[in-house]
């Protein structure tokens, strides 16, 4: 089993930064990836980035640029820096774990974090 503890989240203006931190506790010898999604009201939860056990990313298109996911496999943890926030990024951001423990994949969640970006 995975904990997902994330943090990070604020009121920002209009293209200020943001870094947001998910800590992974447990049995994280098991986890293939993190992902960071985000969900804002009445829309349905998107993939914003992912990053594997082996290093490789990928983002949606509306992060390409803004946003960088990294990992530290020390603590473990990963991240999500985002750059030049807009209001349009205002969302509730949760990270995803992918995880396989004796040959059975399973996913687990962490609890959000909102992110506001307003004037």
């Known amino acids: 089993q995975v904990q997902l503890v994330e943090s990070g989240g604020a009121l920002v203006q209009p293209g200020g930064s943001l870094r947001l931190s998910c800590v992974a506790s447990?049995?994280?010898?098991?986890?293939?990836?993190i992902a960071w999604h985000r969900q804002s009201p009445g829309k349905e939860r998107e993939l914003v980035a992912r990053?594997?056990?082996?290093?490789?990313?990928s983002y949606a298109d509306f992060a390409k640029g803004r946003f960088t996911i990294s990992k530290d496999d020390a603590k473990p943890a990963v991240y999500l820096q985002m750059s030049n926030l807009q209001p349009e990024d205002t969302a509730v951001y949760y990270c995803?774990?992918?995880?396989?423990?004796?040959?059975?994949?399973?996913?687990?969640w962490g609890q959000g974090t909102q992110v506001t970006v307003s004037s």
């Open positions: 447990g049995s994280t010898n098991g986890v293939t990836a």
């Open positions: 995803h774990a992918e995880c396989v423990e004796w040959g059975v994949q399973y996913d687990y």
């Open positions: 990053i594997t056990s082996a290093g490789f990313t």
